[in-house]
């Protein structure tokens, strides 16, 4: 059965950088689109970033564009999320999704921007 994987959240200082993974198993990982997503208390699930599923094509947030990046390594089922020049606004749960015919989400992973 399909699975997705989060890993590399954390407490980080503003300014700080995280790099999330996410592991995906049970279907076919580089036929999907990948991205990730974020939710923060009390507001809604937003889409940070996006990588199409031979990785060609990316989108961005307006609000993280240039400061993180979306990858993917197709040989090992994984994909990442480098984020850089962290804010306090950045703290949330992310979330990873796989999306073609249906779509899968992980179970999250807590990002924490604080001094």
């Known amino acids: 059965q399909a699975q997705l994987v989060e890993s590399g959240g954390g407490l980080v200082q503003p300014g700080g950088s995280l790099t999330l993974s996410c592991a995906a198993s049970?279907?076919?990982?580089?036929?999907?689109?990948m991205s990730w997503h974020r939710q923060a208390p009390g507001k809604e699930r937003e889409l940070v970033a996006a990588?199409?599923?031979?990785?060609?094509?990316?989108n961005y947030a307006a609000s993280v564009k240039g400061r993180f990046t979306i990858s993917r390594d197709n040989a090992k089922n994984t994909v990442y999320l480098q984020m850089n020049s962290l804010k306090p606004e950045d703290t949330a749960v992310y979330y990873c999704?796989?999306?073609?015919?249906?779509?899968?989400w992980g179970q999250g992973t807590q990002v924490t921007v604080s001094s």
């Open positions: 999704n796989a999306i073609r015919f249906q779509a899968y």
């Open positions: 990588i199409s599923s031979i990785g060609g094509r990316t």
């Open positions: 049970g279907f076919a990982f580089s036929s999907y689109a």
